[in-house]
């Protein structure tokens, strides 16, 4: 079975930065994308990052473009998420996720394999 976790979110102040880690399982990494996806209060979730196992080629939303930064160690079977100049608008659930489908079209549709996601809060 595919299984994600995501861990590494906190309580962090406007300006900070934070490494969110995404523990997977069950799968070979050259065979899916894993993307990073977020749901703010009240809004609906939005895929923000998402690497090809393939090739590692990293994709970003445009409006995380510059700040997060996806890379993947295929030895351990993680992937993470850098945050840099943190916001308070980036105060979101972040889950972590993997499909077949490549990057960046499984980010756009949604991916098939969902871990249980981590708060992150900033604090302005």
């Known amino acids: 079975d595919v299984q994600l976790q995501a861990y590494g979110g906190g309580l962090v102040q406007a300006g900070g930065s934070l490494r969110l880690s995404c523990a997977a399982s069950g799968f070979t990494f050259d065979d899916y994308a894993v993307g990073w996806f977020r749901q703010a209060p009240g809004k609906e979730r939005e895929g923000v990052s998402c690497i090809s196992g393939s090739d590692n080629t990293p994709y970003y939303h445009h409006s995380v473009k510059g700040r997060f930064t996806i890379s993947s160690d295929k030895v351990k079977n993680m992937v993470y998420l850098q945050i840099d100049s943190l916001k308070p608008e980036d105060t979101a659930v972040y889950y972590c996720?993997?499909?077949?489908?490549?990057?960046?079209?499984?980010?756009?549709?949604?991916?098939?394999?969902w871990g249980r996601g981590t708060l992150v809060t900033v604090s302005s």
């Open positions: 996720a993997a499909d077949r489908l490549s990057c960046p079209y499984s980010l756009y549709r949604g991916m098939d394999h």
